[in-house]
Nanobody, 124 residues
Framework: QVQLVESGGGLVQAGGSLRLSCAASGRTLSVNAMGWFRQAPGKEREFVASISWSGSSTFYADSVKGRFTVSRDNAKNLMYLQMNSLKTEDTAVYYC?????????????????WGQGTQVTVSS
């Protein structure tokens, strides 16, 4: 079993930055690919970014490419999402997720474990 806890959300003005963290606990975390998803009110949960277990492979949604950076520290069981140049449309609950294999994927259905989410609100 894997437990995931997100932190770092909050209220920020458009153009600002936030850094989300995802703390993981459980077994064999270092071979799990991980990802970030988000869900805005009234919308489906959508892919944001993912990273392979080694960190050598990353994927981003087109809407965040060039503004967000995903990274991980396997020694500390942490994953990060650095969010720069935030826009009001980035407002959502952000979830981290882990899948029980090393390859990163954009497919939400491939992820086995989910955190409870952290709210990110970007004001104009």
């Amino acid at each position: 079993q894997v437990q995931l806890v997100e932190s770092g959300g909050g209220l920020v003005q458009a153009g600002g930055s936030l850094r989300l963290s995802c703390a993981a606990s459980g077994r064999t975390l270092s071979v799990n690919a991980m990802g970030w998803f988000r869900q805005a009110p009234g919308k489906e949960r959508e892919f944001v970014a993912s990273i392979s277990w080694s960190g050598s492979s990353t994927f981003y949604a087109d809407s965040v490419k060039g503004r967000f950076t995903v990274s991980r520290d396997n020694a500390k069981n942490l994953m990060y999402l650095q969010m720069n140049s935030l826009k009001t449309e980035d407002t959502a609950v952000y979830y981290c997720a882990s899948k029980a294999s090393p390859a990163a994927t954009t497919n939400r259905e491939r992820y086995n474990y989910w955190g409870q989410g952290t709210q990110v609100t970007v004001s104009s």
